[in-house]
């Protein structure tokens, strides 16, 4: 039975994440997290257990909290899973997860990486100058005529085939998202997020985060990673870095890499590495057919032990 292990992005953090898992899995959870603490000097399993809330979506934590989580999760699951892997994904942020689970990046490197990258989005743009909603039920090329026509703001990411989001300036952001209302869209949702991602207005921290990139030593992937940029995969150490840099300003396609691995593997089976179902319920609607387990509980863990051992 062949898996692909898909690693979550911002928006699935949330105050009590990894809690139902502590009992049964402390010792694995502390050691990722006691690190990834260490290294940043600030403790992050308090932050994920306890927020308070405007600190866990502080991006410059958000980042962190959610690569050790993940990374925690495949420490418990890799047992079971290494050699029935045949890819990995991640949605934005979690495309680092993916790479460290892959043993591209070590951990280590990954946490201060993923801190940066935070810590310059949120400089990037000022608070309350940058938005993001989602647009469901409409066809991504007229969201992309609207967007060129408003100007300001792009499509950020390809979630599903009717399920976009869109990304840019405040004003522009609402301005598209009216539009594409009263052009047919079903539903607008304005998106909580501290930063606008995957649009220009990124363009000057991945500038600044590319250099920490290419300074870093990454390793042949263990298993083939599909990136963000263009839901595709590569063994070319240079090209990888460079699709990084460009994912912090550029579209997640996302929906794209799924369909590319489920024609690659049509009875490949699907594992969400993370706290929450977000790409789970995503993965559902691309793949109605796919095989999809989730790792957010002990009960969910057990049955992938169970069915994949």
């Not at 994440?17 to 050691?31: R, V």
């Not at 257990?49 to 050790?68: A, D, F, R, V």
């Not at 209302?181 to 207005?201: M, Q, R, Y």
């Not at 390793?219 to 090209?239: E, F, G, H, R, W």
Request: proline share 3%; aromatic share 8%; hydrophobic share 40%.
């Amino acid at each position: 039975m062949n898996v692909c292990v898909v690693f979550p992005g911002q928006g699935s953090q949330y105050v009590g994440m990894m809690k139902d898992l502590l009992e049964d899995y402390k010792d694995i959870i502390n050691k990722r997290f006691s690190v990834a603490s260490d290294l940043l000097g600030i403790d992050l399993l308090d932050i994920a257990l306890n927020g308070p809330e405007e600190l866990i979506n502080q991006t410059k934590y958000t980042q962190p909290i959610l690569l050790s989580s993940s990374i925690a999760l495949w420490d418990i699951i890799s047992g079971t899973l290494f050699d029935k892997v045949h890819f990995m994904a991640g949605h934005s942020l979690g495309e680092y997860s993916a790479l460290v689970a892959a043993e591209v990046i070590d951990f280590e490197s990954a946490v201060q990486l993923v801190h940066y990258r935070g810590t310059l989005m949120q400089e990037a743009v000022k608070e309350g100058d940058g938005s993001m909603a989602a647009i469901l039920g409409m066809k991504e090329e007229d969201i992309v005529a609207i967007c060129k026509e408003v100007g300001g703001v792009s499509l950020a990411n390809y979630n599903t085939p009717a399920q976009s989001v869109i990304s840019g300036k405040k004003q522009s952001v609402e301005e598209a998202s009216a539009l594409c209302k009263e052009k047919g869209a079903k539903k607008i949702i304005p998106l909580t997020v501290s930063v606008p991602s995957h649009c220009d207005l990124m363009a000057s921290a991945a500038q600044k985060l590319s250099g920490e990139i290419y300074s870093l030593d990454f390793n042949l992937p263990k298993y083939s990673v599909y990136q963000n940029v263009n839901a595709s995969c590569t063994n070319d150490i240079s090209l990888i870095k460079e699709n990084l840099v460009k994912q912090l300003y550029s579209p997640v396609f996302w929906y794209q890499s799924i369909i590319s691995i489920s024609e690659k593997e049509p009875e490949i089976s699907f594992v969400e590495c993370g706290s929450g179902k977000v790409l789970s319920g995503l993965t559902k609607k691309i793949n109605p057919s796919a095989k999809i387990y989730t790792t957010g509980n002990v009960e969910q863990i057990k049955q992938i032990e169970e069915i994949f051992s």
